[in-house]
């Protein structure tokens, strides 16, 4: 984790969205950092100490289980925040939080967070909607990892991840996309292959290229359009 002086807070959709009285009120508390993938901003059980309104990139949160196995959960993007809860009181985090895909972001101190939010009605609504988009994804993303095959979740998940990057080259290892999906690696590497033979995309060295976003989308499950349209609907 660095210091950054690339990416602006306004790049955060939901900075952006605020009335600009109440943004001022968050400016002064607001840094930039430049985080790079793999690192884990918090442990489930961890204090809730810093918000991050990520710029570009990625980020992951995941369940993790008593042995120790994760899956994802929700993806956050320059859409979103995580941790935004912490300025109504929640002071640890639920799930863990991993870069998934490197990124620049605004981060804000818990206690100066919670005070600004305390009073601005619209940074406490921003918490509160943005945790029901967090909720929706949990929801829908359990129903998929349950009822739909690896290939139509590989490819919802890709699709997602390059919304999230704005870019259709993403970089992810077989080892990060088997956890995110929890399943095998070797399951992986026969649907990336599967996907890869088809003209869709192309995989190597752990960067995936998406060749026909037509033909992905068609590959993916219907959960990909249900998770755009309720953020659109709760955004």
């Known amino acids: 984790m660095s210091n950054s002086n690339t990416g602006l807070p306004l790049d955060n959709k939901l900075l952006a969205s605020l009335p600009r009285e109440d943004f001022d009120r968050l400016l002064p508390h607001l840094s930039t950092v ?19 309104f990520p710029h570009d990139g990625m980020l992951s949160l995941l369940a993790v289980l008593r042995d120790g196995k994760a899956i994802e959960t929700a993806t956050v993007g320059r859409e979103g925040v995580v941790g935004a809860m912490a300025g109504l009181g929640l002071y640890k985090s ?48 359990a129903a998929c990892n349950a009822l739909h095959p690896i290939e139509a979740r590989f490819c ?3 699709l997602q991840s390059a919304d999230r990057s704005a870019s259709d080259t993403v970089a992810l290892t ?28 192309t995989y190597s060295r752990g960067v995936i ?27």
């Open 174 to 201: 077989q080892e990060f996309l088997a956890e995110m999906l929890g399943v095998r690696r070797t399951s992986v590497t026969e649907v990336a292959s599967k996907v890869q033979n088809a003209g869709v995309i």
């Open 209 to 235: 290229r998406i060749l026909d976003r037509p033909a992905l989308m068609r590959m993916s499950c219907e959960c990909y359009q249900t998770l755009l349209d309720q953020s659109a609907v709760l955004a």
């Open 34 to 52: 430049s985080l790079q993938q793999g690192i884990v901003l918090f442990e489930a059980g961890d204090e809730v100490d810093q918000i991050y």
């Open 156 to 158: 919802r998940w890709l």
């Open 94 to 141: 639920l799930v863990r939080v991993v870069v998934q895909m490197q990124l620049t972001c605004s981060k804000i101190a818990a206690t100066h967070f919670r005070t600004v939010a305390a009073a601005s009605d619209p940074i406490r609504n921003l918490c509160i909607r943005y945790n029901e988009v967090l909720l929706s994804q949990a929801r829908v993303t």
